[in-house]
């Protein structure tokens, strides 16, 4: 399920250190965004979601905040760890028929021990 | 573990040639959408079907076509295979797909076509 071969921005950290992804999202009709970690040979793996009424929403370890105004998304990462190595997507979503997901192009965060 | 199940893991064809991909949903889930993820374009919208009704298309080529059976589960079908269609393939299934909900993928299919 790895992304190799794609051009993808890297992230490269030290393990223990706080990592922000960035997004820019297309479409400001959008609603509803996540967050999808994809380790490789897996498929993606839901991280974190945000609505489009809310700023910032926490989880374990994670954090998004959501900027309308310039469509941008981030993703932090407190105390990041080895096994947080993966591919990183934001994706989009649009109240239309389907709910659908429009992905970003993604991030490749590496963690140094 | 997603619930989401695929297969087969890995498929190896000819260009000319026709395949079809599985995938069973999560228990309860009515909604399957089907994604591709090749090397240039990374993950793309294919299809989507909700309790057995085509709802939504995205970038799906002619010559792929889909179908949700009653049992849930879903079948994409690629047919008159080219070099470009090699990628991995990604079912994702979510409780409705009326609203805003989590879609669990699966492992993926990885096609190749020679």
């Known amino acids: 399920g790895e992304s190799v071969g794609l051009h993808l921005p890297t992230l490269s950290v030290q393990e223990g250190d706080n990592s922000i992804i960035n997004c820019a999202y297309s479409?400001?009709?959008?609603?509803?965004f996540i967050w999808y970690k994809q380790e490789s040979g897996k498929g993606p793996q839901f991280i974190i979601d945000i609505r489009s009424n809310m700023d910032k929403r926490q989880g374990q370890r994670v954090t998004v905040l959501l900027n309308k105004t310039v469509k941008h998304l981030s993703l932090q990462i407190a105390a990041t760890q080895p096994g947080d190595s993966a591919v990183y997507f934001c994706?989009?979503?649009?109240?239309?028929?389907?709910?659908?997901?429009?992905f970003g192009s993604g991030t490749r965060l590496l963690v140094r021990p | 573990d997603s619930g989401v199940t695929q297969t087969p893991k890995h498929l190896i064809t000819a260009t000319g040639q026709r395949v079809t991909l599985r995938c069973s949903p999560r228990?309860?889930?009515?909604?399957v959408y089907w994604y591709q993820q090749s090397l240039d374009q990374g993950l793309q919208f294919l299809i989507q079907?909700?309790?057995?009704?085509?709802?939504a298309k995205g970038n799906i080529l002619e010559r792929f076509s889909a179908q949700q059976f009653p049992d849930l589960h879903s079948e994409l079908n690629l047919s008159s295979l080219e070099l470009g269609d090699s990628a991995l393939y990604f079912c994702?299934?979510?409780?409705?797909?009326?609203?805003?909900?989590?879609?669990?993928f699966g492992p993926g299919t990885r096609l190749t076509v020679l």
């Open positions: 994706a989009e979503n649009m109240e239309d028929s389907s709910y659908k997901l429009i």
């Open positions: 228990s309860g889930d009515l909604s």
């Open positions: 994702a299934s979510s409780v409705r797909g009326l609203s805003y909900n989590e879609q669990f």
């Open positions: 479409n400001s009709a959008s609603d509803y």
């Open positions: 079907y909700y309790n057995g009704e085509e709802r």
